[in-house]
């Protein structure tokens, strides 16, 4: 007899670049309000001193991209392109920018898909954001590029829908890079191996609508694709 009731889910995983072995995914932590034009067209201003953090759950995650139907409960879905810094070691205490910087294993594109429309009734209401935010398949993400061939400057981070371009923006726009964002994260979590952090999204989010085809780069990383289908 099995010790568990059920099976057990197995842990979402993503491949790597260059590597049969895939990366095993702990948690999924994001970044709000990182670039200053998107605050801005959120209506919000760019906190400067600590980011802003909100977390999906681990399964949310759509690995590859491709078909999704239109998710249930909005009619407002939302893109937001992001950089995601995948975590290849952890720690239980606050860690500085440098020490930071040498715990991200790889990089990879990742889509903060939002009910924007329920995201906007918890924030009048002030209420939490998990709804608009932690939805199924809301995380669709590429494969890791390991950090020994990619790292994060000026590049280009952009996001099409029908061959039209929607988002478009450059890295050194983030308010707070890679290794600032880890090192405040660490000061409230403790992190692990197999952590995931997206980065937040530049200006132009809008509506993904069913029929939609969608393509997100940043310069030097694999292109995610996928479409939207009725539901
Ligand atoms: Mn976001």
Redesign the pocket.
Known sequence: MSRFLFPPAVPPSLPVIGSPQRFPVHRIY?V?RNFSEHAREMGAEAPREAPVFFCKPADALLVGGGDMTYPMATDDLHH?V?LVAALGTGSNAPVDRDTAAGMVFGYAIGL?L?RRDRQAEAKAARLPWDVAKGFDRSAPISALTPAERWQPGNQAIWFDVNGERRQSGHLDDMIHDVPAAIAALSALFELRAGDLL?M??PAGVGPLRPGDYWQAGIDGLPMLQGAILGR
Do not use: L, S
């Open positions: 994001c709000g937001e992001e903060d939002t997206f937040g999204t």
